[in-house]
T-cell receptor, first 111, second 113 residues
Framework: EAGVAQSPRYKIIEKRQSVAFWCNPI?????LYWYQQILGQGPKLLIQ????????DSQLPKDRFSAERLKGVDSTLKIQPAKLEDSAVYLC?????????FGEGSRLTVL | GNSVTQMEGPVTLSEEAFLTINCTYT??????LFWYVQYPGEGLQLLLK?????DKGSNKGFEATYRKETTSFHLEKGSVQVSDSAVYFC????????????FGSGTRLLVRP
């Protein structure tokens, strides 16, 4: 069974630039999550999708972050404009009826 | 609100030593509790879980018991190996349709030969 795929693995940008991360969940998983993991901290939920609908985006900084899951399969997380404090690993996870499965993450460095 | 507190690391042990990583939680209701592990360069993996009080989760020699009276879920292993070196995260989740994991800050374990 293929796991959760994320790209790019690494991205370096300057502040005020934009960046997008892509996630392809495990086939058939209806629920998709984006987490932000800042160095030295545990992952923090940014947004949760059920199929192509948003279940929870209460922790998403909506002035600069956006996410979509068109067609209820893969998802894109965008940051525009980026700030220094957005430097983190962005983790995508998906869930069918059991546990969450995480991708390897996309590491963002904002200079 | 719901939260998870873990002991700070790094925890440095010699091979075959006994491991304990403390985890306590604050939650409304009766959450499920989890330990996730993150090996260098890899994604988070579920290590073990417990869904109700007094349940013991176990996997790969690791164990943790859901203690409702002390709101704890400490991770233990009787004899660690160098390959256990990783970051360990304690987490909780309500077992409803939202199923959102709330993580602790993680504890890095270094096992020396």
């Amino acid at each position: 069974e293929a796991g959760v795929a994320q790209s790019p693995r690494y991205k370096i940008i300057e502040k005020r630039q934009s960046v997008a991360f892509w996630c392809n969940p495990i086939s058939g998983h209806a629920t998709l999550y984006w987490y932000q993991q800042i160095l030295g901290q545990g992952p923090k939920l940014l947004i949760q999708f059920q199929n192509n609908g948003v279940v929870d985006d209460s922790q998403l900084p909506k002035d600069r972050f956006s996410a979509e899951r068109l067609k209820g399969v893969d998802s894109t997380l965008k940051i525009q404009p980026a700030k220094l404090e957005d430097s983190a690993v962005y983790l995508c996870a998906s869930r069918g009826t059991g546990e969450l499965f995480f991708g390897e993450g996309s590491r963002l460095t904002v200079l | 609100g719901n939260s998870v507190t873990q002991m700070e690391g790094p925890v440095t042990l010699s091979e075959e030593a006994f491991l304990t990583i403390n985890c306590t939680y604050t939650a409304t209701g009766y959450p499920s509790l989890f330990w996730y592990v993150q090996y260098p360069g890899e994604g988070l993996q579920l290590l073990l879980k417990a869904t109700k009080a007094d349940d013991k989760g176990s996997n790969k020699g690791f164990e943790a018991t859901y203690r409702k009276e002390t709101t704890s879920f400490h991770l233990e292993k009787g004899s660690v190996q160098v390959s256990d070196s990783a970051v360990y995260f304690c987490a909780l989740s309500r077992m409803d349709s939202s199923y959102k994991l709330i993580f602790g800050s993680g504890t890095r374990l270094l096992v020396r030969p």
